[in-house]
């Protein structure tokens, strides 16, 4: 009987592993800033990790490249705020960042959402905050 026990515990850590889904990774993403006349780049630091502790979510995933373009930026927190949530959540302009993203999806394709064996190139994260002193929150994500 315990042999049998023994079996069973051992068969269910095995599938426990690899049932597992592997984590998005950050850990090689090469992150680049542009000067910026709204941020310091503390504030752009904060974003970037930030949306690195989000991209872990991102199961199969491996981010490969980050960075701030005020331009771009100041382009998308435009349409964020005149037709997307920064339209109904009341943020201000000078509390919404937009960072923009290069990841690889492995054959799992993700959680499913994302093509198998795919690149994803300038990804967008819109980070918003309370106040010029808070803490920056991944509020939207993707194209």
């Known amino acids: 009987m315990k042999k049998i026990i023994y079996f069973l515990c051992l068969i269910l850590g095995v599938l426990s ?3 597992c889904k592997q ?30 502790k989000k991209f872990k979510s991102f199961e199969g995933c491996n981010l490969t490249k980050l960075w701030y373009d005020e331009e771009k930026s100041n382009n998308i927190i435009e349409g964020y705020l005149s037709n997307g949530r920064g339209s109904v959540n009341g943020v201000k302009a000078e509390n919404v960042i937009v960072l923009l993203s290069d990841f690889d999806v492995d054959s799992s394709g993700g959680d499913g959402s994302l093509n198998p064996n795919s690149t994803y190139s300038n990804w967008n994260w819109i980070l918003i905050r309370d106040s010029k002193t808070g803490n920056w929150q991944v509020d939207d994500w993707g194209y």
């Open 17 to 19: 592993l690899v049932s």
């Open 23 to 52: 984590a998005g990774k950050t850990n090689n993403v090469a992150v680049s800033i542009e000067k910026s006349s709204k941020f310091s780049e503390e504030e752009i630091d904060d974003a970037i990790n930030c949306v690195k």
